[in-house]
Structures are given as structure tokens and as C-alpha cells.
């Protein structure tokens, strides 16, 4: 993302102190937003960026509070838009570092529609998710992400939606850089903020954040010391699938069917396992499918980390070369001949 | 020319046929020559809705209505003086709109028993055997079996020359009013430069079209319609949709910012995203969103980046982007955007034109969201409302509404263009520094309550905006109740001040004071103008005045209707604009209202100011 910019090297050196605004926050406290603003605070200044040409455009949600805490240019706009918003100021503007805050029902429900379209164009801009898996501004409904069965304000009886896989959907979406994180883990969040950073095109970084308020603990199995180990499983490029407590079980690939085996003490060694492969796609949409209900028997665990990521030409680099094409083709354009147009008559 | 010439000040000709038939390429070469030939002229196609509707129905029949003159003609006009019908189901649609007496010219093959069965008309009634078009001067001629004879022996296939049959009845017509060939030649010579048996087919038939009228004896007649007297100068012809492209263009060039438009097609403004399309090479960045929301709210983006940030839709489209205009509206940040209104709600009539989207522009957003409305009254006159949108967008930090319709946008007229130094330079200043001795004010005012435009990429003027209610000056978030009372009146007050930057309200036509002045707005302009100059030749002395400011009204516009005793507001709607200058100057003016999709008719505008002043 850096690469069109050239450093201000007028301007002292940016510091993480210089990127908190003179806003108060206002989320609840024990709100997992706080570690996710802080990572990103912490991260931005190691990034090469201008602080002048940094922007966060958010909706609406606790979430999209966020832009008003980031000492940089920022926009709060209206539900779902963020995206769409972002995709014209990426499209005037290709050398901003553009950033969007979202949440799951924000980017998914009223935003779908512009989530899949950014996804697939590939502006380079990196879409931070926070997925909550409930509605938390307006008191505590259910969101696309919540599970079956989920008893809300608007829900009484349990949900009857069938929830979203953003990974798996960001997959379909044709999506260049697909990833996940958590507030519970400051260094790998900010490990991942750094790659997202870095992929040039639409980054997205779905982080699983808890609101101790409506939602407490939806994530805690993935994010808790006691079942972390057992029910994560933190991908790293060429690295083998492993996973548990004592890094005893790992997940192979029995043609196109993942299996768990234990690396331990059966047949298995760890030169069976699957190795993850962030740019192979097939494999990727295997991975964003270990999504199972982890009260279920057998039931995979949760992948963190990088699933996929590709080289693909951005919406915006097109574009100037369309515009650089047709000034070379037609020349720069003239107000006067465009004014005149092909035909011109005469009156005297 | 013979003795049988007449010479006629004005006429008006309706080209119909299949979709197939090629009538808007006739009607549009005819009207480049007569504007060639220096007369004024107006026109108006006429399409099917369906893009493939069933060949020789009722529904597949496109029409191009032109009105041309020896003297200035203001609308395409409305009872035709002469119409063309290629087939059965072209004469059925039209027949109503011809003057009794008129002359009408048909293609006899169009009339068979297939053509009348794909018109629903039993061939016992067939119009051109059963006596209905006794009152008319009818000329027929079997095109297409001449255009055969022309072309025997050309090599080329049934459906080819079925193709060019349309040029014989173009250079019929180019015969029978008295006009050269030369300008089509030129044009099919450019158009087939590279296909030379179709070139030479098309030139054959029109010939062959041109000397039919020559040699035998159809018609008894030939008209002349000379040169109209037109203001000295260079013209070129435009189209509304054209017109509104070159304006934002213009208006980038002129405020040295680049343009972006972001939009999604609809009928009828996608033609303006296919001509900005045209012009990458002005740097002009068109986008085309997944739907109506992320293009206006792609507009938002670009504009907080520092782009003339453009947009246009119709009615359902403008109805989509009403909350991210409301955004624009609390951010004060510069966007214009364009409503080709069509017939609505809804769907509506999409093909059609209509002014019901007045109130919709001026109201249509939650809370008080106050913005400039401005209308264009012809196809040339959008390129000015355009610029003129952009200038008071780019001037106040505001997104300004702009108005056409269906009418203006594939309406076409000569336009006497300016040349690029002869347009206002609009001045826009980013801010470069803060402006509160250590602290950059985003919300700070200048004289005329604009706020400073900062934009991303400039050093230490860091700062956010958002939808919520923002504190003066600071633009920081406030629940306050006194705050956001003093900021809905701030953002109006803003508005309405652009009142004292526009000019004042001045009479198109007609007395300065009187019994009854007309007060229109929008495409209505040209037939209105003409009702008035027909109602005062026959000695009622009515004024006219045009509305192109309708938020905020020109500030002189009270004085100017007090002086008349009635005031009579025609729209093509069930009486916005009459609302809101009844709700305003507490004046009990009347309403004139046509609601058909369909423009108003001179004599419809005549016989209501006759009715009135009698
Ligand atoms: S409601 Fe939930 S998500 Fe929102 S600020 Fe409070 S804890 Fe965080």
C-alpha cells in the first residue's frame, strides 16, 4: 500500500502517542474494541505511512465509532456504506492508505451488497471487521453472524437464520488477501494488521471481538488459555496444520477431506499433515470451511491466520491506465473541441 | 423549384416506423441539414420501451419528432404538420397527433395483411382503403418494393436492402423541402467508409428517393422553409444528456479539480454516463457501483478526496440515494447530483417524461437537509444549469440537486456554444493551514457560512466528520440540544444565502406588469414560451418568467409576481412548484397540470392563458 507514497520526511517521525485523537472513547469498558484500536495504533506507526495520508472510514455500529480515536483523516459515515464510500475516495485518491472499519452486521447485512463488490474490484484498502456476533449499538439483536438458535431482543424464541461464514463468503467474493485474528491476541493481531497492511489490494481481516455487554464470551473457547490450544489452529504459510495442547493433533488431507489425526501415537507423523498453502486456493476454501459448531463431536477447530492471499491488478491502477491510455490515444483533453463538438454550422 | 413551391415559416414532421426502420438516423439527418441550412429547429425522439418489442406492433414503433423554421422555434412541438408511417402500426400511434389536413406519407408495403394483422387492425379497416384518412393529404408509396428496383442487380441481400429503404424516404423528403443531399452524403460516406457496397446502396436509394419525387407526380407540392433568424455565431447541435456530460466536464476544467462520477444505469440518464465515458482523456474517473447507494456514496468518497464528485440518476435511483445525499448534507461537502426525471412512482414510465421529483429533491431526506435546486429548461440550457450547479456545489461545500428531465435529455437543439475562455473560472481553496492559531476548525465559517475543504493528504489538518449532529465550528460530536437547533438553522441559513450569489429573476417574455404572468420551470420552457407568443398575437398580453433557481428562489421573485393579478404555474406534475410559491408569498396562484407523460402542447398553454384572461 505504501508504494505510491513518498515519506514526509518534514514532519516529525509518527508515534502511536500521535495517532490517539483528543476524543474520549466511549465503548463500554472490557470492550474488546479497545485492544483492537490500541494493536492498530501501535502497528500503523512501523507501516512507512504519512500520517497526512492516512484515512478510516467506518459506518455504523460500535465499531465505526472508531475513526473518531485515530488522530488521522477519518469519516463516520451512515450503515453499510464504509465500503462503498472508501471504493470512491480510493478511485479519486489511489495514493491514500485507505482504511475501513466494520462490523459483522455493518459489512454483512446492510452492507453486504458493497462488501462482495469491493471484494471482487480490489481497491487497496484493508477492511477491518470486527465481528461481534450480535448488534450492540442498538441493544443486543441478533446479526448475521450469530449462530442458529441464538436468544436475542429480536429473537425470544432463538434465531432461525442460518449465519454467515465471512470467510468462507469473502472466498466467493473473489477476495485477494482473506484473514483472521482476535482481540485476546494482541501480538498476532498486530502480526496480521501488518500483512494486511503490506497486500496490495482489498485486504480483509475478520477479527473475532468480544462485547462483554450483549455478547460476552462468544469467542471464549477460541480465546481462553484453558481451550485455546485445543480449539484454534493458527495457519502459517508452508507450515504443517497442527494444533492442542501439546501441538499433538494435526489435520491432513485425505484427497480433498480433511481428517484429524493424532501425530503422536498413532501412524501419523507430522510429514503426513496438510501443509497450509496461502495461495492455494482450493485448499483455502477447504480451510475457511472449518466452521463447526465447537459443541459438536469431531468438530474441526478454528483457523486464525492468513487462508488465502493473491496478486491481482486493483481497481484503482486500472483505471489511471485507462485515463494514461487515452491521453496518449486521443491526447490530453481540450475543452474547446469537446465544446464544438463534430458538426459546427455557421450563422451569419 | 417550380411555381407549386410554398413557403412555410415553420413545420413539424414525425418520422415513424419498427424500431428496425432507421427513422431516428432519418429524422436526425434531416435535422442536421435544415440546421445546416440555418433554420431553427427542435427535436424529440420517441422509443419503444422494450428493446426488442415484436416487430410491426404497436409497441415496436420509434418515432423522431422534428420541428424546424424560418422562425425560432422553443419545443419539438405538438400536432405534426406532416407525418412518415413505414407500416400500419407507426400511422395507428400517430394519427391522433396530426393536423387535420395534414400531409401524410406511408410506405404501402407497411399495410399489407401481415402488417395490419401485427397492428390488430382487420384488413377491412384498413386505413388506407376504408375513407378514415380522407381529411388528410395522403401520399403512397411502395418504399420498399423501389428500394428493390433501386438496388436490383447490387449483390446485396434481402435484409440489407430492406435496410436502406429508409433513405428513400429521406431523400423524398429532401426533395419535397426543397433540401440539398450533400450534408448525408458526407455522412454516409464517413459512416460506410469502410463498406463500400453498403455505401454505395445508401447512395443509390437516397437518389433514387430524391428523383421519385422529381419525376412522377405524387405529390403537387414542394415546401420552403427558409433560414430562421438566429443570433450570429458558431452552432452545433446538442442533446440534454450530452449537454449535462460537457457541463460537469467543463466545470472541472474551469475549477481545475478532476472529476469523478460514480452512477448505475438507468433510464433515462445512463446516456450521461456513456458520454463521460467517452472522455477518460479529460481525466474524468466514471464508475460504475453496484447499485444507486454505493454510487452516490462513491460520490461522497471522491469529494471528501478533493474531486468535483458528480452523479445523476432518475426518480426510483435518486429515491436510493436520498440517505447518502443526506450525508453530503450534514458533511457540507461539495457533490452535484443530476435527476433525468421520467414518469413515476415507482417503475413508473420509465421511457416517459414527467416533473413529479420537484419535492422529492427538495424534501426528500430525513430531518432538515436543505440543498440548492436548479432546473434546466432546454437541452442546450443544461450545460449552463451544470456548470451552474457545480460552481454553487464547489462555492458553498454543499451537493447541489440539478433537474432535467426525459424531454430535455433526448431533446436536441442548436446550440450557439461558448468557447472555454468565455466560461466563469470557478474558484475552489483547499485549505492548506489551520485556522485557529494551533487548531485546524473544520466547521468554521467563511462570509457566505461555507466551511473549509481540507482534504486527506494535507499536513496537520487531520481531522474527522460523520453523520452525527456536530458541534459549531469543531465539527466534534454533540448531543446538545441548543447546538443542533443553532446547526439546522446554520445549514439553512447557508442555503438560503446562496440567494444574494445568483442573479435575480428577470421576465422571459411579456409585460412587466399585467393581468397574468405564466410561471414555469423545466422543459415546459419552450412550449410555454411559444403558448405566450401565440396567446399575446391574438391580443392577450400575457408575461412569462422561467424558473431555473428553485431552491433558493431568486430573492427578487415575490416583487416580480406581485405585480401581476393572477399567477399560472403549468407542470407536468399534480402542482409542486404552485405548492411551494403558494406556502412562500401566501399568493393564491393556479395550477395547470398534465400528468400523461407527455410534454404539454402549445395550444393546451394558448387556450389555458386565453382562458384565464377573457
Ligand atoms: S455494546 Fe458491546 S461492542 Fe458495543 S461498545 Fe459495548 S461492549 Fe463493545
Known amino acids: 500500500m505504501s508504494e505510491n507514497l513518498t515519506v514526509n520526511t518534514e514532519r516529525p517521525k509518527m508515534t502511536s502517542k500521535d495517532l490517539v485523537s483528543d476524543q474520549e472513547v466511549r465503548w463500554c469498558p472490557g470492550c474488546g474494541d479497545y485492544s483492537i484500536l490500541k494493536q492498530v495504533q501501535t502497528v500503523i506507526p512501523e507501516l512507512g505511512l504519512n500520517r497526512e495520508d492516512i484515512v478510516f472510514i467506518s459506518g455504523i455500529g460500535c465499531s465505526s465509532r472508531f475513526p473518531y480515536y485515530m488522530e488521522t483523516y477519518g469519516m463516520h459515515s451512515i450503515h453499510g456504506r464504509a465500503t462503498a464510500i472508501a471504493s470512491g475516495l480510493k478511485a479519486a485518491r489511489p495514493e491514500l492508505s485507505v482504511w475501513i472499519i466494520t462490523g459483522d452486521g455493518d459489512a454483512l447485512a446492510i452492507g453486504g451488497n458493497h462488501f462482495i463488490h469491493i471484494l471482487r474490484r480490489n481497491f487497496n484498502v484493508t477492511i477491518l471487521l470486527f465481528n461481534n456476533q450480535i448488534y450492540g449499538l442498538t441493544k443486543g439483536q441478533y446479526s448475521p453472524t450469530s449462530e442458529e438458535g441464538k436468544i436475542t431482543k429480536s429473537t425470544p424464541a432463538g434465531s432461525i437464520d442460518h449465519p454467515f461464514n465471512p470467510i468462507a463468503l469473502a472466498m466467493g467474493a473473489e477476495g485477494s488477501f482473506i484473514a483472521r485474528s482476535m482481540d485476546r491476541d494482541p501480538a498476532h493481531l498486530k502480526e496480521m494488521l501488518r500483512r494486511a497492511n503490506v497486500h496490495k489490494g482489498t485486504s480483509f481481516l475478520e477479527i473475532y471481538q468480544n462485547c462483554n455487554i450483549f455478547n460476552d464470551g462468544a469467542f471464549e473457547i477460541f480465546t481462553e488459555k484453558k481451550t485455546k490450544k485445543q480449539e484454534t489452529i493458527f495457519v502459517e504459510n508452508g507450515k504443517p496444520l497442527v494444533f492442542g495442547a501439546n501441538q499433538e493433533k494435526g489435520v491432513k488431507l485425505d484427497g480433498f477431506k480433511p481428517v484429524i489425526v493424532d501425530i503422536v501415537d498413532s501412524s501419523n507423523s507430522v510429514n503426513d499433515l496438510w501443509i497450509h498453502d496461502e495461495h492455494d486456493r482450493v485448499k483455502a476454501g477447504i480451510l475457511s470451511r472449518f466452521f463447526d459448531n465447537p459443541a459438536l463431536e469431531n468438530h474441526f477447530p478454528r483457523p486464525f491466520g492468513v487462508f ?12 489511471n491506465k485507462q485515463i494514461e491510455y487515452a491521453v496518449t490515444k486521443n491526447g490530453k483533453g481540450n475543452l474547446d473541441k469537446l465544446l464544438r463538438g463534430k458538426q459546427i454550422w455557421e450563422l451569419a | 423549384m417550380s411555381e407549386n413551391n410554398e413557403v412555410l415559416d415553420r413545420v413539424i414532421i414525425k418520422f415513424a416506423g419498427d424500431s428496425g426502420d432507421g427513422m431516428q438516423l432519418t429524422g436526425s439527418e434531416f435535422t442536421n441539414t435544415a440546421a445546416l441550412l440555418g433554420n431553427d429547429v427542435s427535436t424529440f425522439p420517441d422509443f419503444p420501451a422494450e428493446i426488442r418489442a415484436p416487430q410491426g406492433t404497436v409497441a415496436g414503433v420509434s418515432g423522431f419528432q422534428l420541428h424546424f423554421g424560418s422562425v425560432n422555434v422553443y419545443s419539438a412541438g405538438d400536432m405534426c404538420d406532416t407525418l412518415v408511417a413505414m407500416n400500419a402500426a407507426a400511422l395507428k400511434v400517430n394519427l391522433r397527433n396530426i393536423k387535420k389536413g395534414g400531409l401524410i406519407i406511408v410506405n404501402t408495403e407497411g399495410f399489407d395483411p401481415k402488417n395490419l394483422r401485427l397492428a390488430k387492425i382487420a384488413e377491412e379497416d384498413n386505413p388506407l382503403t376504408n375513407g378514415s384518412l380522407d381529411n388528410y393529404q395522403v401520399i403512397k408509396i411502395d418504399v420498399t418494393k423501389l428500394t428493390k428496383a433501386a438496388l436490383e442487380g447490387s449483390g446485396l441481400g434481402v435484409k440489407e436492402i430492406d435496410r436502406s429503404k429508409n433513405m428513400f424516404v429521406l431523400g423524398y423528403l429532401y426533395w419535397m423541402y426543397n433540401r440539398s443531399l450533400d450534408n448525408t452524403i458526407k455522412f454516409l460516406e464517413e459512416k460506410f467508409s469502410k463498406k463500400k457496397e453498403i455505401l454505395d446502396a445508401n447512395l443509390k436509394v437516397l437518389r433514387a428517393g430524391y428523383s421519385y419525387g422529381d419525376t412522377t407526380e405524387t405529390s403537387m407540392r414542394r415546401y420552403i422553409v ?30 481545475g479539480l478532476p472529476l469523478f462520477y460514480g452512477s448505475y444505469p438507468i433510464t433515462p440518464a445512463s ?14 474517473r466514471s464508475f460504475q457501483a453496484e447499485d444507486e447507494i454505493a454510487a452516490m456514496a462513491s460520490v461522497v468518497g471522491a469529494s471528501f478526496g478533493g474531486h468535483l464528485a458528480t452523479t445523476a440518476s432518475s426518480g426510483p435511483g435518486i429515491a436510493l440515494k436520498t440517505e447518502a445525499i443526506g450525508l453530503g448534507v450534514m458533511l457540507e461537502l461539495p457533490m452535484v447530483i443530476i435527476n433525468v426525471q421520467r414518469g413515476g412512482p415507482s417503475t413508473g414510465l420509465p421511457t416517459k417524461t414527467e416533473q413529479a421529483d420537484l419535492l422529492q429533491a427538495l424534501n426528500g431526506r430525513n430531518g432538515e437537509a436543505p440543498l440548492p435546486v436548479l432546473a434546466a429548461c ?38 450557439r456554444f461558448p468557447s472555454s475562455d468565455q466560461l466563469d473560472v470557478i474558484k475552489v481553496n483547499f485549505q492548506k493551514e489551520k485556522n485557529d ?52 438553522h446554520l445549514r439553512n441559513d447557508k442555503i438560503e444565502g446562496i440567494a444574494d450569489y445568483i442573479p435575480e429573476q428577470k421576465l422571459d417574455s411579456g409585460p412587466e406588469k399585467g393581468k397574468l404572468l405564466v ?66 408569498y ?27 384572461m377573457k
Not at chain 2, 229 to 250: D, K
Not at chain 2, 444 to 451: A, L
Open chain 2, 378 to 415: 432546454s437541452p442546450a440550457d443544461a450545460f449552463d444549469t451544470t456548470f451552474e450547479a457545480c460552481r454553487l456545489a464547489l462555492e458553498f461545500m454543499t451537493p447541489v440537486m440539478m433537474l432535467s428531465d426525459g424531454y430535455i435529455a433526448n431533446g436536441a437543439e442548436p446550440w
Open chain 2, 437 to 488: 492559531g494551533d487548531k485546524f476548525l473544520p466547521y468554521k465559517r467563511d462570509e457566505r457560512k461555507s466551511r473549509p475543504w481540507a482534504i486527506p493528504g494535507t499536513p496537520y489538518l487531520e481531522h474527522r466528520i460523520g453523520g452525527i449532529e456536530k458541534q459549531h465550528e469543531t465539527g466534534n460530536i454533540s448531543y446538545d440540544p441548543e447546538n443542533h437547533e443553532f446547526m439546522v
Open chain 2, 226 to 255: 427558409n433560414p430562421a433568424p438566429m443570433p450570429p455565431g458558431t452552432y452545433r447541435n446538442i442533446m440534454g444528456n450530452q449537454a449535462v456530460a460537457i457541463g460537469l466536464i467543463a466545470a472541472a476544467e474551469k475549477s
Open chain 2, 519 to 584: 410561471l414555469g420551470w423545466g422543459s415546459t420552457y419552450g412550449t410555454i414560451k411559444t403558448g405566450c407568443i401565440r396567446a399575446r398575437e391574438e391580443g392577450y398580453e400575457v408575461a412569462h418568467a422561467h424558473l431555473k433557481y428553485i431552491k433558493p428562489f431568486p430573492r427578487n421573485l415575490g416583487e416580480l409576481m406581485y405585480n401581476y393579478d393572477q399567477i399560472l404555474i403549468p407542470e407536468m406534475n399534480m402542482g409542486q412548484l404552485l405548492m411551494l410559491i403558494r406556502a412562500k
Open chain 2, 586 to 612: 401566501l399568493i393564491p396562484a393556479i395550477g395547470f397540470n398534465k400528468i400523461k407523460g407527455l410534454p404539454f402542447g402549445v395550444n393546451e398553454i394558448k387556450n389555458k392563458i386565453i382562458e384565464l
Open chain 2, 271 to 284: 446516456d450521461i454516463l456513456h458520454e463521460l465515458s467517452k472522455h477518460k482523456n479529460f481525466g474524468v
Open chain 1, 308 to 319: 488465502y492471499t493473491e496478486s491481482r491488478s486493483c481497481y484503482e491502477d486500472e483505471l
